[in-house]
Every structure is written in C-alpha cells, then in structure tokens.
C-alpha cells in the first residue's frame, strides 16, 4: 500500500511467500531532505530467515509487523528483533513496532497497551494501523524515514565537527 501510493486494498492480495524488496522516496517535513527507503517485506516465516539475514547486512532503521488478532504473531516479534539487532551490533538502531489489522476489532487479542509498553522496553516507537481500511499505513514509514535522517543529520555533524 505505501510503495503504491495508497491505492486500495486488493480484496484477492496475494501474501508475501517469500522476499520482497521495495524502494520508497520519502520527503522530510521542513527540509529539503528526500530518503530513500528500502525495504524488504517478508512473510516473517523462519523458512526466509537465512535470506533475510544476508540482505539485512547492514540496516540502518528496521519494521517488524505484527498481526493484533495474534499472540504468535506478536511473541514472535521478539526472535524477529533479535535477528535484526544482531546484524548491526554497537550500532544504535531504531525502529517502529507495527500492530496491523486494527479493522478486526472482535478478534483482536494483542491489547494496544501491551505492545505499547513492550515496544518502549525495546526502545521502539510503536504505532498502529489497518491496511484493509487504509488506516495510518503511511506512519510506520514516515517514523523511520525521520529516524534515519535525524541519524544521518547528527553523523554530517559530527564528521563536521572534525574537520
């Protein structure tokens, strides 16, 4: 939905079976700064994992995705950003914790403030959404684009610092 622009939902989506890579420019507010996004879009199944571990090199922001009508799903969350952070270890990696699937309100089981607090204790800025519904699909992205400037913005400052 975010690489598309926002066009609607498609009722008969196929599901990411596997690797997904998209990229995405995404303007800074009050800036002239553009980032360009990369983004790799998994099914989250550890079948892709050793996949995932080599695009992952080096990243520099991260997004994991979990599905609020499922505790696997968000008990998971944790493997997922374990992996993540092993990959850039000493480096300060932020990131958003996304609960999707906020429109299936009667089957939902993972409590906002549950993942909330979980997201903090794991220094993660959190936020929640319903793709189906077209509902703040586009914060996630925003978060980490703005993350990643600001990082980008303190290292030029820094390397100016030196010189």
């Known amino acids: 939905m975010f690489c598309n622009d926002g066009s609607h939902f498609q009722k008969n989506y196929t599901l990411t079976t596997g690797v997904e890579m998209l990229v995405k420019n995404v303007a800074i507010p009050e800036t002239n700064s553009i980032v360009e996004l990369f983004i790799f879009d998994s099914a989250g199944k550890e079948l892709f994992s050793e996949v995932l571990e080599k695009l992952w090199e080096h990243p520099n922001v991260l997004c994991v995705v979990y599905d609020v009508t499922s505790e696997q799903s968000f008990n998971n969350c944790a493997k997922w950003l374990e992996k993540l952070r092993a990959q850039a270890l000493g480096i300060n990696l932020p990131g958003v914790l996304v609960g999707n699937k ?3 309100i009667g089957r ?14 794991h220094g993660l800025e959190y936020c929640e959404t ?14 980490l684009a703005n993350s990643f400037h600001r990082l980008y913005q303190e290292k030029v400052e820094s390397f100016h610092s030196l010189v």
Not at 110 to 118: G, I, L, N, P, S
Not at 130 to 143: D, G, Q, R
């Open 102 to 104: 906020t429109d299936l």
């Open 108 to 121: 939902r089981v993972v409590e906002q403030k549950q993942a909330q607090e979980w997201a903090q204790n």
């Open 130 to 143: 319903s793709v189906k519904e077209m509902e703040n699909f586009e914060a996630p992205f925003h978060i």
